[in-house]
């Protein structure tokens, strides 16, 4: 059975009409990335680099966190993506040696990419590291938290200069999270700017409707098959594709097998899984045709709640079935 799993979850993600899709994996340690590939997994499309900050009284340094990298990039060998996202933390998720005021609304306040371009010390140290694992995996760099384009500007000439310091003539590819309102409406905008997308559907569903995403009243509204967010996913692939970049989703709707059909007709290139789900995710694109997919999209986009399109997603026969 476990041979059978095995041999399954190596199998590509195509669906049925020819269409391939990229599954990976969201990850936050190196255990995590070698049970990825076990598991399927086809490159790491978010790895979140805070467990290597968080929990300590010092921050890690430049060589510490060097080694982290490098051996997950080692993992994935020169023909995987590997996708490091610079360090997301803020007002709830406190480091003991970068001092922070209390803040009324931590959700809306200094954090992610902000917080690193206010501490520029911290991001060019992350930077550094991240960079002396460039020839050993198809490495991406993700920036956390965009909501504008200043933000995206600074940091690359960050990035560049880390990059001349060391003498690196070839930047690593430059991304961007779209999880935050003001990035994906103005996606068309960040386009030209960045080398892909990747929607962070939590904090983009959050952020869309007003509803706090650890909230224990609100979890089933704060729900990401609203279409207010699938619109908003929509609006940013199209965006994408329009300037020849591709879009991945790696909040927690990429680990359900319901939200498949609906991602793909959206047009995503690439889906960032949970390392558990990875086999149910590339089975689930391996049931459908792109072309049903298209449809329940468009269907999908002119309802009126989440509940209606789980409703139309779990109701949907599917010509292909
Ligand atoms: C997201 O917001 O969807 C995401 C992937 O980032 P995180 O869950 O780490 O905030
Ligand atoms: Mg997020």
């Known amino acids: 059975r476990r041979q059978r799993d095995l041999e399954q979850a190596s199998l590509a993600a195509t669906t049925r009409d020819g269409h391939r899709f990229e599954v990976t994996a969201n990850i936050a340690s ?11 997994g086809e490159g790491v499309g978010l790895l979140r680099s805070e ?8 921050a890690p340094s430049q060589d510490e966190q060097a080694a982290t990298y490098s051996a997950i990039a080692r993992a994935m060998g020169p023909e995987r993506n590997l996708v490091v996202r610079t ?3 803020g007002g709830d998720k406190p480091l003991a040696y970068v001092p922070m005021e209390a803040e009324a609304n931590p959700f809306l306040g200094m954090r992610g990419v902000r917080l690193c371009l206010e501490r520029p010390q911290l991001l060019r140290e992350q930077f550094r590291a991240i960079l002396a694992s460039c020839a050993l995996a198809r490495l991406h760099i993700m920036l956390p938290m965009v909501s504008q384009l200043s933000e995206l500007r600074l940091a690359r000439q960050i990035l560049e200069e880390e990059a ?3 003498g690196l003539s070839t930047l690593p590819k430059l991304g961007i999270m779209i999880e935050v ?5 103005m996606a068309d905008v960040f386009a ?8 962070g559907t939590n904090d983009l569903t959050q952020y869309t409707l007003a509803m706090d995403r650890d909230h224990p009243r609100l979890a089933s509204q704060a729900d990401s098959f609203h279409p207010s ?6 609006t940013t692939v199209k965006a994408a594709h329009a300037h020849g970049k591709w879009v991945g989703v790696c909040g927690a709707m990429a680990s359900e097998p319901l939200a498949v059909p609906l991602l793909l007709g959206l047009g995503v290139d690439e889906l960032s899984a949970s390392v558990p789900l990875i086999p149910a995710i590339k089975a689930a694109i391996r049931d ?3 072309s049903d997919c298209e449809a329940i999209a468009r269907q999908a986009l002119t309802l009126e709640s989440a509940g209606q399109v789980r409703e139309a997603l779990l109701s949907w026969r599917p010509s292909s079935l």
């Open 181 to 185: 309102p003001s990035a994906a409406l």
């Open 192 to 199: 030209p700017q960045v080398d892909f997308f990747s929607i």
């Open 51 to 58: 467990f290597l900050y968080l929990e300590r009284s010092s």
């Open 229 to 234: 967010v699938l619109r908003l996913i929509s």
């Open 164 to 166: 001349a310091s060391i």
């Open 87 to 89: 360090l997301d933390v």
């Open 288 to 290: 459908v045709q792109l």
């Open 30 to 40: 190196l255990a995590e990335a070698e049970q990825a590939i076990e598991l399927g």
